[in-house]
Structures are given as structure tokens and as C-alpha cells.
């Protein structure tokens, strides 16, 4: 009963969501109020977000009570409709959401020009040739096999515009200077009883501590990104003040 409203939301899994799921159930209501809702300013979320707590339901229910909502915690199915309904609102009722899709044509109004723009508008997925071209591309480049080719063929697309485009190539082949670093110098921290193997042991370190510098920078990357989408709560004039 939650399929369209958690589809016009873009929620990653309108089909499978099931209320009657704790974990599910708190974890929607979590998203709709840090995605959509945005009642509680950033700071004031952090009850609502700790997932696991025994105190959560009394949260819950204050958090229903701040936003007006008819219903108790414990009418679930008629909660989650409500709040589902109340994002909705929040998501398309805005005047410059409204303005934006007041003028969009259909798409059986689409233009000849734009038709032809797209060379794979009218592809045939199931055409022969075409999956055996794909498979052919896919073996070459080593890309995993598919079961819809069309995936596969975004596969290749991504991997030929990241990798093998000119400037990639590029990229690739400039060799990566370093600077020399003195073995000696660095402790090993236990004695294989042999310098070769000591040695080696020293510049095996010293590549795992640099991929763990790697790997932080990637994940600190990660992190600055989900708080840029987590982080940016919307102002409502009519309300005088921040969040929703």
C-alpha cells in the first residue's frame, strides 16, 4: 500500500518495504525525516537515528506528536502513510517543483530531432547481433557477464569513458615518481634472521601502510559525500526557520 508514495520519493526499495519489519520500519522513518520531512534540525535528529535503542518508541512517538501527525506509534500501517504522504507534499509541493514539471510533454511528443539524437532509443535488447556484440566487448575487456545485456553495456560504457579515453591513457601512463626512503631506517619490529628477507619485509610495510593511506583518503571521501546529501536541510519561509 506504500509503493507509489515511496516511488515518487525515490526510496531505493518501494517493493520489498515491509512495515510490519522493526528494523525496516524504523529505518523509513529515519530516512524520511533526515531526506524529505526535515522537521528536527541536524543536531535534534540524533534520538530519532539510533536505530537499535530500547528508548527509540518513546522518540517515535514525540517525534509524531512535533509533527503533528493524527496517529499514534502504534497505528504503524496508518503512521507511516501519513508521514509518507506529509514528504510527498513536502518533495512536490514546493512552487518551483510544481513550475517544473507543469510543462513537460509527454513522451510520445518527443521531437524526430531528439529520436535520432539517442542511437540507442530503438535498440533491441534482444536483437542477437547485439547481444552478441555486447558478450564480445564484455570478453575483451573482462567485464563480468550479465544477465541483462543493456546492464553490461552500460558496464563497458562507464569502463571505456574512466579508462580508456585519451586522456585516461594518459593519466596511466605517467609514471609516478616518488621520493627513495632508507630502509634501514625503518623498524621492522621482529627478526626473520636473514637481511634479504628483512629487507623485503620492510618494503611490504611500507606498500600496506601506503594502500591504508589510500583506502582513508577514499573513505573520507565517502564520508564528506553522504554528509553533503545528509547535511543540506531546507528552509521553509512559511515556518521561519530551518529544516521541516
Not at 503533528?68 to 506529509?86: H, I
Not at 558496464?155 to 616518488?178: V, Y
Request: aromatic share 8%; net charge neutral; glycine share 4%.
Amino acid at each position: 500500500m506504500f509503493r507509489r508514495k515511496l516511488t515518487a520519493l525515490e526510496y531505493h526499495n518501494p517493493t520489498g518495504f515491509d512495515c510490519k519489519d522493526e528494523t525496516e520500519f524504523r529505518n523509513v522513518i529515519v530516512w524520511l525525516e533526515d531526506q524529505k520531512i526535515r522537521h528536527y534540525k541536524i543536531e535534534d535528529r540524533g534520538n530519532l537515528r539510533n536505530i537499535p535503542s530500547s528508548d527509540w518508541p518513546k522518540y517515535f512517538e514525540k517525534y509524531l506528536q512535533d509533527v503533528n501527525c493524527p496517529f499514534s506509534a502504534q497505528q504503524r500501517q496508518e503512521t507511516v502513510d501519513w508521514l509518507l504522504g506529509l514528504a510527498v507534499r513536502f518533495e512536490y509541493g514546493d512552487n518551483g517543483m510544481m513550475e517544473k514539471y507543469r510543462n513537460c510533454k509527454p513522451v510520445t511528443e518527443a521531437s524526430d530531432v531528439q529520436k535520432s539524437a539517442d542511437p540507442l532509443i530503438n535498440l533491441d535488447s534482444n536483437n542477437p547481433d547485439f547481444k552478441a556484440g555486447v558478450l564480445g566487448l564484455a570478453n575483451l575487456l573482462k567485464i563480468q557477464r550479465h544477465d541483462d545485456y543493456l546492464v553490461m553495456l552500460k558496464a563497458i560504457r562507464i569502463l571505456i569513458q574512466e579508462r580508456l579515453t585519451p586522456d585516461a591513457i594518459a593519466k596511466a601512463s605517467q609514471a609516478k615518481e616518488g621520493l627513495p626512503v632508507a630502509l634501514d631506517k625503518h623498524i621492522l619490529g621482529f627478526d626473520t634472521g636473514d637481511a634479504t628477507l628483512n629487507e623485503a619485509a620492510r618494503v611490504l610495510r611500507l606498500l600496506h601502510i601506503e594502500e591504508l593511506r589510500e583506502l582513508q583518503t577514499k573513505i573520507n571521501e565517502a564520508i564528506v559525500a553522504v554528509q553533503a546529501i545528509i547535511a543540506d536541510p531546507k528552509t521553509d519561509h512559511r515556518l521561519g526557520k530551518v529544516g521541516r
